[in-house]
């Protein structure tokens, strides 16, 4: 009921696209990329979400789109909402947020190191983050193929086998009997 | 390269303008020779007793095995009643235990750390994922195989080993340092190039000299 009138309140300012309550303190609301920096700047200002708890993407390859989700926290009301905003894959650029809440820089360079999403004019962006001399397509989009690139990049040692644990345990207590 | 290590002027406080280039003048450019026993049998037999009583571990935790280290220290375990210590510098310490997974990061700063340690030196790969990589053996950021990288005397398996298995490891170690066997440093340094070049390999801005001491 709390997510559904501060959504109510929004509206009356913003376009907004879908609400999914997941919780009595927690929603999402869809909105388009435009709408997101006034969005999250009246939120901060005027609804007291002033913490900024994440920012991370989602790769939907087979609807050519990434999601960045903008989780934001109310201290004083125990409440929080996360914003959706989908952007084309074929283009990943969004809006920097890093004049609203420093920390987003951070999560900016991450995403643009795994998932190659740009923001521009966000600080120390082209600087390496997490991976050191990484060429090629970022490690997190889901067409990079982890396994293919371990084989090629890393040698296997002989021997390794795998089992299906409940298989082995049932081979290892009752053996032969199996069914028993 | 980082701009640190690029070939450049700098000017001297009394105004000379001098060529510097970081990776051949602030480091040797010999690579490591192999050392053969120096002294008769009988003696190298008491040095290499003297040797698996002192073993001083880098105090450098690679992954999450660096917390079953922790418990040696206690009253508990107490490894330092085996002549076991854990030091802060890879100058005092001739024991490299790698405790856990590897990223490719990390294996750069490794490579950098046992370089710099004095030989004969030790390492003990600790866990299934210096074996063959354990629980993640698709990764696209961590090793493999620990002795394509470097020269592992002992492994210890396990997901992770508890305190009890790393003592165990540690006297096994101590056995082939008695025997004579734990000839890491100079394996390294025999198969130099060959470890140079899986080294390089993975970690793809070697933005650091070849020799590291």
Same mark, same amino acid.
């Given at each position: 009921m709390v997510m559904q009138a501060l959504y109510d309140t929004l509206k009356q300012r913003f376009p907004l696209g879908e609400l999914t309550v997941q919780r009595d303190n927690l929603a999402f609301i869809t909105v388009e990329a435009v709408r997101l920096y006034p969005l999250l700047r009246y939120l901060r200002d005027?609804?007291?979400?002033?913490?900024?708890?994440l920012l991370t993407a989602v790769d939907w390859l087979e609807d050519g789109q990434f999601q960045l989700t903008y989780l934001l926290n109310n201290r004083a009301k125990c409440q929080d909402v996360g914003l959706r905003v989908m952007i084309p894959r074929d283009k990943p650029e969004m809006e920097s947020i890093h004049d609203l809440w420093p920390a987003a820089a951070t999560y900016q360079r991450e995403l643009r190191e795994m998932f190659g999403i740009d923001f521009p004019?966000? *600080?120390?962006?082209?600087e390496e983050f997490i991976l050191e001399g990484w060429h090629g397509?970022? *490690? #997190? !989009?889901?067409?990079?193929d982890t396994l293919a690139y371990a084989r090629e990049t890393f040698r296997d040692r002989p021997g390794r086998e795998t089992r299906d644990p409940a298989q082995h345990m049932k081979q290892q207590l009752y053996g032969d009997k199996g069914d028993v | 390269m980082k701009e640190e290590l690029l070939k450049r002027i700098v000017k001297t406080p009394d105004g000379q303008e001098i060529e510097v280039d970081p990776l051949l003048? #602030? #480091?040797?450019?010999e690579g490591p020779t192999v050392q053969p026993p120096a002294y008769t049998a009988i003696i190298e037999k008491l040095f290499n007793w003297a040797r698996s009583e002192s073993l001083w571990i880098?105090?450098?935790?690679? @992954?999450?095995?660096?917390?079953?280290?922790?418990?040696?220290?206690?009253? !508990?375990?107490?490894? #330092?009643?085996?002549g076991i210590q854990w030091r802060p510098t890879p100058r005092q310490s001739n024991l490299f235990v790698i405790s856990g997974y590897l990223s490719t990061k990390t294996l750069k700063r490794v490579i950098r750390s046992y370089e710099q340690m004095q030989g004969p030196k030790y390492v003990v790969g600790l866990g299934s994922c210096t074996i063959n990589? @354990?629980?993640?053996?698709?990764?696209?950021?961590?090793?493999?195989?620990?002795d394509d990288y470097l020269p592992v005397d002992v492994y210890i398996a396990g997901c992770m080993p508890r305190p009890e298995a790393l003592l165990a490891g540690f006297e096994e170690l101590k056995k082939i340092i008695r025997a004579g066997k734990a000839e890491g440093a100079n394996l390294y340094a025999k198969n130099f190039e060959w470890y140079k070049a899986n080294q390089k390999s993975v970690i793809h801005d070697w933005d650091m000299p070849d020799y590291n001491w």
């Amino acid at each position: 009921m709390v997510m559904q009138a501060l959504y109510d309140t929004l509206k009356q300012r913003f376009p907004l696209g879908e609400l999914t309550v997941q919780r009595d303190n927690l929603a999402f609301i869809t909105v388009e990329a435009v709408r997101l920096y006034p969005l999250l700047r009246y939120l901060r200002d005027h609804e007291g979400f002033s913490h900024l708890v994440l920012l991370t993407a989602v790769d939907w390859l087979e609807d050519g789109q990434f999601q960045l989700t903008y989780l934001l926290n109310n201290r004083a009301k125990c409440q929080d909402v996360g914003l959706r905003v989908m952007i084309p894959r074929d283009k990943p650029e969004m809006e920097s947020i890093h004049d609203l809440w420093p920390a987003a820089a951070t999560y900016q360079r991450e995403l643009r190191e795994m998932f190659g999403i740009d923001f521009p004019g966000s *600080p120390r962006l082209e600087e390496e983050f997490i991976l050191e001399g990484w060429h090629g397509i970022p *490690p #997190y !989009r889901r067409d990079f193929d982890t396994l293919a690139y371990a084989r090629e990049t890393f040698r296997d040692r002989p021997g390794r086998e795998t089992r299906d644990p409940a298989q082995h345990m049932k081979q290892q207590l009752y053996g032969d009997k199996g069914d028993v | 390269m980082k701009e640190e290590l690029l070939k450049r002027i700098v000017k001297t406080p009394d105004g000379q303008e001098i060529e510097v280039d970081p990776l051949l003048d #602030y #480091y040797c450019q010999e690579g490591p020779t192999v050392q053969p026993p120096a002294y008769t049998a009988i003696i190298e037999k008491l040095f290499n007793w003297a040797r698996s009583e002192s073993l001083w571990i880098l105090g450098f935790g690679t @992954g999450c095995g660096a917390i079953e280290m922790r418990p040696l220290m206690t009253p !508990r375990f107490d490894a #330092y009643r085996y002549g076991i210590q854990w030091r802060p510098t890879p100058r005092q310490s001739n024991l490299f235990v790698i405790s856990g997974y590897l990223s490719t990061k990390t294996l750069k700063r490794v490579i950098r750390s046992y370089e710099q340690m004095q030989g004969p030196k030790y390492v003990v790969g600790l866990g299934s994922c210096t074996i063959n990589g @354990g629980m993640y053996w698709d990764s696209y950021n961590t090793i493999k195989r620990l002795d394509d990288y470097l020269p592992v005397d002992v492994y210890i398996a396990g997901c992770m080993p508890r305190p009890e298995a790393l003592l165990a490891g540690f006297e096994e170690l101590k056995k082939i340092i008695r025997a004579g066997k734990a000839e890491g440093a100079n394996l390294y340094a025999k198969n130099f190039e060959w470890y140079k070049a899986n080294q390089k390999s993975v970690i793809h801005d070697w933005d650091m000299p070849d020799y590291n001491w």
